[in-house]
């Protein structure tokens, strides 16, 4: 089974930015979407982006688009999420997951079960 562990999280400013890595390692063809979700405290777990490995293809969550750049790098087994333009309202728990499809992250609920540790990411004001 793909094994996620994501990092890069952290305490930034209002305004600032963050990226995030997803470091899969284990993955096989049947993982080739990586995508990645948060959760708030007392919120229900969200998507926010989705990658494929083979084409690159994308999704976003639309309150995300603009803000938030998905991509990953084949060679090193890895996806990142930048994260730009940071609001309060980003405070959260970010989660990396690996499904065979962008459709299995982006549907409710996401058809998978393998996610990473989480990363905090906490956005002052």
């Known amino acids: 089974q793909v094994q996620l562990v994501e990092s890069g999280g952290g305490l930034v400013q209002a305004g600032g930015s963050l990226r995030l890595s997803c470091a899969a390692s284990?993955?096989?063809?049947?993982?080739?979407?990586m995508g990645w979700f948060r959760q708030a405290p007392g919120k229900e777990r969200e998507f926010v982006a989705a990658?494929?490995?083979?084409?690159?293809?994308?999704a976003y969550a639309d309150s995300m688009k603009g803000r938030f750049t998905i991509s990953r790098d084949i060679a090193r087994n890895t996806v990142y999420l930048q994260m730009n333009s940071l609001k309060p309202e980003d405070t959260a728990v970010y989660y990396c997951?690996?499904?065979?499809?962008?459709?299995?992250?982006?549907?409710?609920?996401?058809?998978?079960?393998?996610w990473g540790q989480g990363t905090q990411v906490t956005v002052s004001s």
């Open positions: 997951a690996a499904a065979g499809r962008i459709a299995s992250l982006t549907s409710t609920p996401p058809r998978t079960n393998s």
């Open positions: 284990g993955r096989t063809s049947s993982n080739n979407a």
């Open positions: 990658v494929t490995w083979s084409g690159g293809s994308t």
